[in-house]
């Protein structure tokens, strides 16, 4: 009992201090209904209407079938970290959680909400079957591999040429022309760029556009402090972003859209550019998908550190987590975590949701054309860029956005500039 109030006393410093102890009595189920002691429950954000989760279901239905054990599910979507760390503290939490790195989860295996895998990874003989470089961005500092990484991102920028070629332009890579190919399509009528600028979506694209101007050191440093002002090149990736916003790159009132409007706006024929991760691209339908051709994002005409229109890049996705109740369960779990890298799997769900998983494969999504075009791109036609969730911290993550969403509307460079430093030192 001793050791259990300690744990918990240590989590709730580390994970939530008072924030969350009144989550306790408010919250729901913090377990699946169904766990029981030869049984094991997965915490999931693979659910509803995400690339991959009539996959899981499936998978999950098949397994409990073919060995007759049982997996209890809690599904939760972008509440699931917090949800989690709730359950945690009461004792209650999930054997697994399939959920992604960044922000709060960052620091779970460290705070002891979950255990490192590193050694687990050897033992269940599954080194081999991850790519390499996805172990090394998972793993700590300390040296711990946090999770067994499991799907991941390649954020693209997907171009209707139809609608570029009814306003005369071609598929622009530099930002002039990017310029040029958004008067152009806004003279027929046809919004030009679309984006989340009220989302996190709005956010990833405004801190891809400010990798145009420093180098991949720098922008750790920039996006793990919020020091704006003392990185040269990150100023003139902030004026250079207001300079497209001020040209009419972006539709209008972009500030207010969210990642679901701004598909809905590609989709329509609204819109002709969105930048989006692959696992959006899955859901683009296929009358659409023939006329979309996948690349980067212009490389600033004016001088910059990229040389080719740059993607974000990233081998954090979902990964698979195992808490201090998986670590009384190991041999129940050990099988259904290979289940999930098994050949069979991995196939289900490149093909069955176009997914990018971070298992080793030669298999290619077939009816998701977009997603396999995002796949295909090499770093000889594009110039990969980091995902910053790995560096923002938690606390910061929510006053970005809000800044990124000014920074859509109408602010200056200098107040862009102000207001974000001023996130990352209220959020310390």
Known sequence: MTEGVSRRTVLKAAIGGGVLAPLLSACGALTPASSGPRSISVHTQLSGAVAGAQV????????????????????????????????????????VAVVNM?????????????????DLLDAWGLRDTIIPEAVQEWTDEDGHLRAFPFTRT???????????????????????ELIAAADALRSKGIGPVTVGGSDWSGQKLFLQILQGFVTQQEARTVFSTGRLSESPG??????????LRDAGVFV?????????????QFNTRKAAVVPAMSSALALVPAERAAEVTVGGWPVPSGGGVIERPSVIRSFNGHGIWISENGREKLDLIEP???ELYSDAV????????????????DTVSQDFPLVAQASRLTDEDVTPVMLPDLLIPD??????????????????????????????????
């Open 336 to 338: 259904f975590v290979k």
């Open 102 to 118: 960044m922000g709060r989860t960052l620091g779970w295996t460290g705070a002891g909400a979950t255990i490192p895998v590193e």
């Open 395 to 428: 606390s910061v993550f929510e006053p970005m956005i809000r800044v990124t969403a000014m920074a859509y509307g109408s602010a200056g460079a200098d107040q862009i500039v102000d207001a974000f430093e001023k996130s990352y030192a209220s959020a310390a």
């Open 252 to 264: 209008d009132d972009v500030q207010g859209f969210t990642s679901d409007s701004e598909l809905t």
């Open 234 to 243: 990150a100023i003139a990736g902030v004026r250079h972003f207001v300079e």
């Open 56 to 95: 899981f279901a499936q998978v999950v239905a098949d397994y409990q079938r073919r060995t007759g054990r049982t997996v209890a599910q809690l599904k939760n979507g972008s509440d699931l970290p917090i949800v989690f760390e709730t359950s945690t503290l009461a004792g209650k939490e999930a054997d």
């Open 154 to 176: 390649n954020w693209t920028v997907s171009f209707n040429t139809a609608l570029l070629e009814e306003a005369g332009v071609g598929i622009p890579t530099t930002s002039d």
């Open 346 to 361: 991995t196939d289900a769900f490149i093909l069955g949701s176009g997914r990018d998983m971070n298992r080793v494969t």
